[in-house]
């Protein structure tokens, strides 16, 4: 796997030493996102998978060889196990992406606790750079209605310039304070308390077929979806460039997801 810029794990001098800081030769400038992006790093995921593990129960070892003869078979055979919520023969699969995503993104994402495995950059042991979430035009602004009955709906142009103008001042000055203790000799695990939610942070997280369907099935909003979710757009944004590249490895699963109104077996 490629390096990426997730935190390095510190050597045993660095732990077990006195406090390590850091200080930065010039001063950053803050730089301003409205997109996250998800890379599929590693998978070993097919259709294939969901088949052999069921199989295995009639056809013992015998599976693997059934499992391309009859593509129709195969096809009726994930959506009833889909149908029939007889999820386990979805576990049989790994997926590993390469996420990055503002902090409260994160805090959301990671309470999804089965059937997922995270690491995230440190703030501990590396800066953290000053890359910042700033919604995007399309992003709507105002909710409307109460809780449990709301919707989201555009927002003026003044709110969106607004919006822009305040975070990215609220970015800076709170950036410029980390630094300033940097500068100072602070340990970067102390500065960081200043830094907002809205600062970028990258993770790998791994998960399979049937944790990322109870993912997308709480975190996407679907015309298919039998039980509708109300996901924070950011989080959403992530779960759908996850399932672009699930819906690739494992078509035939993915369809069946939506035709079975996109609950996890
Ligand atoms: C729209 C939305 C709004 C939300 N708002 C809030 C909020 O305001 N505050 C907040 O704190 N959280 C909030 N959450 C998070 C939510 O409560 C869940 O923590 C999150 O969606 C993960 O779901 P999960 O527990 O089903 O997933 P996982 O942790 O992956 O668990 C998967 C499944 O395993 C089983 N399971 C896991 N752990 C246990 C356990 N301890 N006991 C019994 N069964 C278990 C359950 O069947 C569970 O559905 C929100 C989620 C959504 C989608």
């Not at 790093?41 to 599976?63: F, I, P, Y």
Request: proline share 6%; with cysteine; charged share 25%.
């Amino acid at each position: 796997m490629a390096a990426r810029k997730l935190g390095a794990a510190p050597s045993e001098r660095t732990r077990e030493g006195p406090p390590v800081t850091e200080t930065p030769a010039e001063t950053e400038k803050a730089s301003f996102r409205s997109d996250v992006t998800v890379e599929l790093v590693k998978h070993s995921a097919a259709d294939s998978d969901v088949l052999w593990a069921a199989r295995v129960s009639t056809a013992g070892e015998q599976s693997l060889e059934e499992i391309t003869k009859d593509p129709e078979r195969s096809k009726g055979l994930i959506n009833f196990l889909m149908r029939d919520r007889h999820g386990s023969p979805f576990e049989h699969n790994s997926m590993t992406f390469f996420i990055s995503a503002p902090i409260f993104v994160f805090r959301e994402f990671m309470r999804h606790r089965v059937g997922w495995s995270y690491n995230e950059e440190s703030g501990r042991y590396r800066r953290l750079e000053p890359v910042f979430y700033v919604p995007g035009e399309a992003r709507k602004l105002v909710q409307q209605g109460r809780p449990g009955k709301y919707e989201f709906v555009e927002g003026t142009r003044a709110q969106h310039e607004l919006t822009g103008r305040v975070m990215e001042d609220a970015y800076r000055h709170a950036y410029d304070a980390y630094q300033e203790m940097l500068a100072a000799g602070v340990a970067r695990e102390v500065a960081r308390s200043v830094l907002p939610v809205g600062l970028f942070s990258s993770m790998y997280a791994t998960c399979n077929a049937r944790s990322l369907m109870h993912f997308l099935g709480l975190r996407t909003q679907h015309e298919q979806a039998a039980v509708p979710s109300f996901p924070q757009r950011e989080i959403e944004m992530v779960g759908e460039k996850m399932e672009e590249h699930w819906a690739r490895l494992m078509p035939l699963t993915h369809a069946a997801f939506n035709a079975n109104g996109r609950v996890a077996p």
